[in-house]
């Protein structure tokens, strides 16, 4: 897995092998060039302006609507968001979501971390965790005292999706948890079969790192309030979601955020819904991913790690190599012709390639990395 510390083989891909943007990474991904000239027009009245008065407010509005617009909302759902990003999430969702018993559904470096933070968390019992195998998904079980059930729609760190359902049986009240980091802007879902659907805008979204976005039902929100007067609870303010719903429906955050963040999902979201929505942008990366997976499978020396493919992701393909082939040269040949992050996740430790199919990625520029990656496997013979 490790890049040879020797030189990188001269391997130079011909022109029909560059796809137009060589930004494959699953996250940071690739920010649509459109949206960053438009950071740059607006830039002297925008960066470096308050994040309290109404060019910012009236941004932040924007997200709040196009979200609620892009995944249906139904009545009573609110868009939520923060500083700190999803991974920060997991301690709010620890802090302000989780009552007293959580269910982890743990397939991946991702949903392991939010249910070892919430083992660790003194106040919480220590939670249920169902795993399986990576490359493949758990179910959820129902069990009576469960009030979270942590769900992950896309585990990024093995290329699997999951159905986002409520567990049939479950308590009235249990919540539904969804990290949605990479799913969400990329994977049709049905918001009424969740509480709450968390994400980082880095990722389908094409914009930049920093920030949560939560989108909550009125169960979750009543939940927030329940757990904010417990006895016994405490929270600090930058755990709260209910100081974040607070500020959010002022369209503010509680502390200042990241303005070219902001403007970046305010241009994606207009980009998505201005192109069809959730479902165009679904189709487009169904398009990739139906690209990448065939030709794995026609491969001599590639095959989709997900075996079963129901189970593949659209947004995030894994791909292992045949050992006598180094992933790690062919990843450096890449790199040294402008075909940036197509690494597996690094805990993952296979020999393995692993492509961002988010909806900003062309769909014909998946097919030209597959042909690049055949070129750079023949000439590395
Ligand atoms: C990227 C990712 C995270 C972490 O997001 P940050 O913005 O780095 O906090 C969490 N969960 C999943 C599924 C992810 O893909």
């Given at each position: 897995m490790t890049t040879a510390t020797t030189e990188i083989p001269d391997v130079r891909l011909p022109p029909d092998l560059r796809p137009s943007d060589g930004r494959f990474g699953c996250g940071p991904s690739k920010v649509r060039p459109e949206a960053?000239?438009?950071?740059?027009?607006?830039?002297?009245?925008?960066?470096g302006t308050s994040h309290r008065k109404a060019p910012v407010r009236s941004v932040v509005g924007k997200v709040r609507a196009g979200l609620a617009e892009l995944f249906s909302?139904?009545?009573?759902?609110?868009?939520?968001?923060?500083?700190?990003?999803?991974?920060?999430?997991?301690?709010?969702?620890?802090?302000?979501?989780?009552?007293?018993?959580?269910?982890?559904?743990?397939?991946?470096?991702f949903s392991s971390s939010f249910a070892s933070a919430v083992a660790a968390a003194p106040h919480l019992e220590a939670p249920d965790r169902i795993e399986s195998p990576?490359?493949?998904?758990?179910?959820?079980?129902?069990?009576?005292?469960?009030?979270?059930?942590?769900?992950t729609h896309n585990e990024t760190s093995t290329g699997v999706v999951m159905p986002i359902v409520r567990p049939e049986g479950a308590d009235p009240d249990a919540l539904v948890v969804v990290d949605a980091t990479s799913a969400a802007g990329g994977i049709p879902v049905d918001p009424s079969e969740l509480d709450v659907y968390y994400?980082?805008?880095?990722?389908?979204?094409g914009s930049d790192g920093g920030l949560w976005l939560a989108l909550c039902s009125p169960r979750a929100v009543e939940r927030v309030a329940e757990l904010a007067v417990s006895p016994g609870r405490w929270a600090p303010k930058s755990l709260s979601l209910g100081l974040a719903l607070e500020q959010s429906r002022l369209n503010q955050t509680t502390n200042t955020p990241a303005l070219a963040t902001l403007f970046l999902m305010a241009d994606q979201l207009d980009w998505l819904l201005g192109n069809g929505g959730l479902?165009?942008?679904?189709?487009?990366?169904?398009?990739?991913?139906?690209?990448?997976?065939?030709?794995?499978?026609?491969?001599?020396?590639?095959?989709?790690?997900?075996?079963?493919?129901?189970?593949?992701?659209?947004?995030?393909?894994?791909?292992?190599?045949?050992?006598?082939?180094d992933v790690g040269t062919v990843n450096a040949?890449?790199?040294?012709?402008?075909?940036?992050?197509?690494?597996?996740?690094?805990?993952?430790?296979?020999?393995?390639l692993r492509i961002g199919m988010f909806p900003n990625v062309e769909p014909d520029d998946?097919?030209?990395?597959?042909?690049?990656?055949?070129?750079?496997?023949?000439?590395?013979?």
């Open positions: 960053v000239a438009n950071l740059a027009t607006v830039s002297a009245t925008w960066m909302l139904p009545d009573g759902y609110e868009v939520a968001l923060g500083n700190g990003g999803a991974a920060l999430f997991w301690d709010v969702a620890t802090s302000s979501l989780i009552r007293a018993h959580s269910q982890h559904l743990v397939f991946g470096a990576f490359g493949t998904h758990p179910e959820p079980v129902a069990r009576p005292g469960v009030d979270v059930y942590a769900l994400f980082s805008p880095q990722k389908c979204f479902d165009w942008a679904a189709a487009r990366s169904r398009r990739s991913a139906d690209t990448l997976y065939a030709w794995a499978e026609a491969s001599s020396y590639a095959t989709p790690f997900v075996a079963d493919p129901a189970d593949r992701s659209p947004v995030v393909g894994t791909v292992d190599l045949d050992d006598a082939i040949v890449l790199r040294a012709n402008g075909i940036v992050d197509t690494d597996a996740y690094r805990s993952l430790g296979r020999n393995q998946v097919a030209v990395l597959t042909r690049a990656v055949d070129h750079v496997v023949s000439s590395l013979g």
